[in-house]
């Protein structure tokens, strides 16, 4: 049953636009994340947060940066999409286990 | 990653065989976790060990953070069973995945 709600699925948009991508836990975890599954299916990690206290940020281009309003959300935004941006972002929460959303496809044209 | 040695990248099983995955660690981890991706893309969670070993059908985990390493050992595998699989371990605050393993199983 999932408990990391992510939206949208999809989105495609154009090189320069700004995204911005939701996610939620109803799991009342401490700890969110943003990954990155690039073109080879490899998970990196972006960006983790603990009670709105940003505690890794994995070298990331400073287009990308993440936004919580309390411990239950957090979303990724991108300032200037660039095309290498195209792939699957997941979002995870943990207080131990980490469960993880379903994911959201960027594609970049 | 860098902290995460996962092997075999590929393994092929034929039905009703068996065989592990490991997970090398190159700092001690707190916990280690398994998953394994579905047909749909989303990650399914396996097992989570702070220590110790956990079994779960014909699945069995492993976990030793002095020694660096955990195992996940699949026994008379199915065809469904074949997927890729992951192993994120631990430290204090950061999860650290393995580059996967694609498991095929074959009739």
């Known amino acids: 049953e999932t408990a990391v709600f992510q939206t949208p699925n999809y989105h495609v948009t154009q090189v320069g636009n700004e995204v911005s991508f939701n996610c939620k836990q109803t799991?009342?975890?401490?700890?969110m994340y943003w990954y990155k599954q690039d073109s080879k299916k490899l998970l990196k990690i972006m960006f983790s947060y603990n009670n709105k206290q940003l505690i890794v940020n994995e070298t990331v281009p400073r287009r990308f940066s993440p936004q919580s309003s309390d411990k239950a959300h957090l979303n990724l935004r991108i300032k200037s999409v660039e095309p290498e941006d195209s792939a699957v972002y997941l979002c995870a929460s943990s207080s131990g286990e980490v469960f993880f959303g379903k994911g959201t496809r960027l594609t970049v044209v | 990653g860098d902290q995460v040695e996962q092997s075999p990248s590929a393994l092929s099983l034929h039905e009703g065989t068996g065989s592990a995955l490991r997970c090398n660690f190159t700092t001690t981890m707190r916990a280690v976790q398994w998953f394994r991706k579905n047909s749909r893309g989303s990650l399914i969670n396996l097992f989570y060990l702070a220590s110790g070993t956990k079994e779960n059908g014909r699945l069995k985990s492993a976990f030793d953070s002095k020694e660096r390493y955990s195992t996940l050992h699949i026994r008379d595998a199915q065809l469904e069973d074949s997927g890729t699989y992951f192993c994120?371990?631990?430290?204090?605050?950061?999860?650290?995945f393995g580059d996967g393993t694609q498991l095929v199983v074959k009739p």
């Open positions: 994120a371990a631990e430290d204090h605050n950061r999860i650290f």
């Open positions: 799991l009342g975890h401490d700890t």
